[in-house]
């Protein structure tokens, strides 16, 4: 074990206790409002953090890569949805683990592929698969009301090793809401599309047991669920700014940070370096629509993760970090050498840069916990 001080910079910090208390949460949010929990493991790529925020007799998970697939069932986890439109190029690999004994389905909104899947299928190798609904996000899917939906699921049945098994969608407009009532109000428009999507295509005789759903935000704020059958929330087990701002969640449930060093002071242009810059912070400005002033990432004390009195991440080269000071006495205070921590807007693409968690219990790292990167 060591301690903060200890760490070489920039390191990707993950608070232990916090991971568990958010994860319990969510499992016992989504028990409470009678839907199954198919974590989206995109956010932590880690089966340390599947391992906490799984329901234990499930084991059901979501993950945005093939090589995410790949590592958590080689980590156990055999009931995994690939939530990204699949394309002909990737269904060996699909098949690939599924003769390894993978449950993976997969995900599309295009008819066209109905006869690559079938010609991919000939060799004996079937294919489990979602239709994508959009619910009003505007990224990906059918519309739930439209005469697409019915004719690409005729498509896909019509399709020799072709099994649908449902319909899918991801509210991902809740993260520009205003405020909670928005958030409640698209929640309930993601509900019902993807459940009139799910009714329409069972009155036409087609079988749909799954109807999937689900983003941190409206998960978080749901209170009625029926007729979805599984939610996929996936950065609340870290959180962020940016869910903060949504009013997903407290400071407090802010799990993970960045630990940096203070490399310089400039002090005629008024600000401080950090060794943190657009690889260790990434330079996704999410939470700005709502709080222009957190820039890259709020700066905070390193041993308690106390705010350092509104000093923020403002620019960012590669490998620095700018904050801008208004008093020079932040010069004495924050040494060349001292270290901070930053919270990040978007935990999903911070995370993204490294290789591995320095899991704390207060100021003390007492596990590194791997992750799986790249696709």
Not at 24 to 37: D, F, I, K, Q, T
Not at 86 to 96: E, G, R, S
Not at 258 to 280: F, K, M, P, Q, T
Not at 316 to 340: C, M, N, T, Y
């Amino acid at each position: 074990m060591s301690t903060l001080a200890g760490l070489d910079t920039p390191a990707l910090v993950l608070d232990r206790s916090i991971v568990e208390r958010n994860t319990r949460v969510m499992r016992e949010r989504m028990s409470a409002l009678g839907v199954n929990l198919r974590p989206h493991l995109k956010t932590a790529k880690s089966a340390r953090v599947a391992e906490l925020a799984v329901e234990p007799t499930r084991r059901a998970i979501t993950v945005s890569t093939l090589r995410e697939a790949e590592y958590f069932f080689d980590h156990g986890f055999r009931d995994l949805l690939y939530a990204v439109g699949i394309t002909p190029q990737k269904l060996p690999h699909v098949q690939a683990l599924r003769r390894r004994g993978a449950d993976l389905k997969i995900v599309t909104d295009s008819g066209g592929l109905a006869r690559q899947l079938a010609h991919a299928a000939a060799g004996g190798d079937g294919f489990d698969v979602l239709i994508e609904v959009d619910t009003g996000g505007a990224r990906a899917g059918v519309r739930p009301e439209g005469a697409e939906l019915l004719a690409l699921a005729a498509e896909l049945e019509s399709a020799a090793g072709v099994n649908l098994v449902g319909v899918m969608t991801h509210a991902g407009h809740s993260y520009h809401c205003r405020s909670v009532e928005e958030v409640c109000r698209v929640g309930r428009e993601e509900r019902d599309g993807v459940v009139l999507a799910a009714s329409r295509l069972r009155e036409a005789g087609f079988a749909c047991p799954v109807v999937s759903a689900g983003s941190t935000p409206t998960a978080v704020h749901a209170d009625d669920l029926t007729g979805i059958t599984e939610m996929r929330p996936g950065v609340y087990v870290f959180y962020d700014l940016d869910q903060l701002a949504l009013g997903s969640c407290g400071r407090g449930d802010i799990a993970l940070s960045v630990l940096a060093s203070v490399i310089g002071h400039n002090r005629n242009e008024g600000h401080l370096l950090i060794d943190a810059g657009a690889l260790a912070l990434s330079k996704d400005l999410s939470a700005t629509e709502f709080r222009p002033q957190v820039g890259y990432g709020e700066v905070c004390e390193a041993q308690t993760l106390a705010t350092l009195d509104g000093l923020f991440v403002q620019r960012v080269h590669q490998e620095h970090g700018i904050i801008p000071v208004a008093d020079e006495g932040w010069f004495d205070r924050l040494s060349v050498g001292a270290k901070v921590r930053v919270l990040p807007n978007h935990a999903c693409m911070t995370a993204a840069a490294y290789p591995a968690y320095q899991v704390v219990e207060g100021t003390t790292v007492v596990e590194v916990w791997d992750r799986t990167n790249g696709w």
